[in-house]
């Protein structure tokens, strides 16, 4: 583990800047899971006419308890994903005009981005990982109480 760490940390510093919006192709489709006792689900629509299109939700006893709506748009910058939350009712967390914000902190062209949280108040990490052709894993890490803390969820 402590090899492909130091490893990727140099492959890092080169793909870094190559990350395209194209490049994040490999988080297209739609895919399923359990998380928390809760139905997870996750859409992708594949990259097009600069950006990508997705939406989340959690399901439990047969009622959604939770959604979000997102996308990835290219910019000078390299892609950016912007997420708005929601509760049942299409209850907004974010202002209308803001959603939450996050770069790419890290990219590796195998199928895994690490998206970050432009909000310093509330360090954010999802890291998306493509682990085989029909599995796909979300990394979220958070800051609670001064210490991080990880959630995984896995997806098919």
Do not use: C
Not at 28 to 47: D, F, L, N
Not at 64 to 78: D, H, L, N, Q, V
Not at 86 to 105: M, V, Y
Request: net charge negative; hydrophobic share 40%.
């Amino acid at each position: 583990m402590w090899l492909r760490l130091g490893l990727s940390g140099a492959i890092l510093t080169v793909a870094l800047g190559a990350a395209e919006l194209q490049d994040l192709g490999f988080i297209t489709g739609h895919w399923r899971g359990e998380a928390g006792g809760k139905q997870i689900e996750e859409v992708w629509i594949a990259p097009e006419q600069g950006s990508m299109t997705g939406m989340y939700r959690e399901m439990k006893d047969g009622k959604t308890t939770f959604y979000e709506f997102f996308t990835i748009e290219a910019s000078a910058g390299g892609p950016v994903l912007l997420i708005n939350h929601f509760e049942a009712g299409l209850k907004g967390w974010e202002n209308k005009d803001k959603p939450a914000a996050f770069h790419i902190k890290n990219f590796l062209p195998d199928g895994e981005v690490v998206f970050e949280s432009n909000d310093p108040a509330n360090p954010l990490l999802m890291t998306y990982s493509r682990t085989s052709k029909s599995t796909m894993d979300v990394l979220l890490e958070r800051q609670r109480g001064g210490q991080w803390v990880k959630q995984v969820y896995k997806y098919t």
